[in-house]
T-cell receptor, first 114, second 109 residues
Framework: IAGITQAPTSQILAAGRRMTLRCTQDMRHNAMYWYRQDLGLGLRLIHYSNTAGTTGKGEVPDGYSVSRANTDDFPLTLASAVPSQTSVYFC?????????????FGPGTRLTVL | GQNIDQPTEMTATEGAIVQINCTYQTSGFNGLFWYQQHAGEAPTFLSYNVLDGLEEKGRFSSFLSRSKGYSYLLLKELQMKDSASYLCAVLDSNYQLIWGAGTKLIIKP
């Protein structure tokens, strides 16, 4: 692994189903983030984690949950998917000890909820 | 509320120079980022400004004026591969990134 990986690449999901998007990084970054990106809107933060064992809510957390059991993994779960959750989901990580706090992004998961 | 404004779309000619502006109103300021995003791909880091002035990195430069809540990204010697969306983002007082909707740059031969 080099950087951040996400799985699956894309998924079509029936409304009401449960879905977990996976995210793994090998850069030993302490902070990780989940964003959704919709046409015409900026990236919107769903949840974040500043360090393993802690998580926080972003701008649009409703309908999503996360966990951070270790440094490398940060899965995002949709408990009961709805069509409004159709979006491209990006996972990102950063070394928040660096002044620039530059975020590195995974390749994204394109999710369609029908 | 927090707000980042940038033009939706710009068109420029190969070999020319283009300036993409970004204005912001955020709760606190801990730096401004520019990212490039090609269609269907993830955003990639271009620049970071925390102090006023111009930062130059090859063909790309980024300028910041904190007193005016303003930044621009300057792209010189445009190439076709520069066709992409350019995202402006501000690190607020909680060290969360607030993102603009992005500027789609179209390069014509």
């Amino acid at each position: 692994i080099a950087g951040i990986t996400q799985a699956p690449t894309s998924q079509i999901l029936a409304a009401g189903r449960r879905m977990t998007l996976r995210c793994t990084q090998d850069m030993r970054h302490n902070a990780m983030y989940w964003y959704r990106q919709d046409l015409g809107l900026g990236l919107r933060l769903i949840h974040y984690s500043n360090t393993a064992g802690t998580t926080g809510k972003g701008e649009v957390p409703d309908g999503y949950s996360v966990s951070r059991a270790n440094t490398d993994d940060f899965p995002l779960t949709l408990a009961s998917a709805v069509p409004s959750q159709t979006s491209v989901y990006f996972c990102a990580s950063s070394d928040s000890d660096r002044a620039s706090n530059e975020q590195f992004f995974g390749p994204g998961t394109r999710l369609t909820v029908l | 509320g927090q707000n980042i404004d940038q033009p939706t779309e710009m068109t420029a000619t190969e070999g020319a120079i283009v300036q993409i502006n970004c204005t912001y109103q955020t709760s606190g300021f801990n730096g401004l980022f520019w990212y490039q995003q090609h269609a269907g791909e993830a955003p990639t880091f271009l620049s970071y400004n925390v102090l006023d002035g111009l930062e130059e990195k090859g063909r790309f430069s980024s300028f910041l004026s904190r007193s005016k809540g303003y930044s621009y990204l300057l792209l010189k010697e445009l190439q076709m591969k520069d066709s992409a969306s350019y995202l402006c983002a501000v690190l607020d007082s909680n060290y969360q990134l607030i993102w603009g909707a992005g500027t789609k740059l179209i390069i014509k031969p």
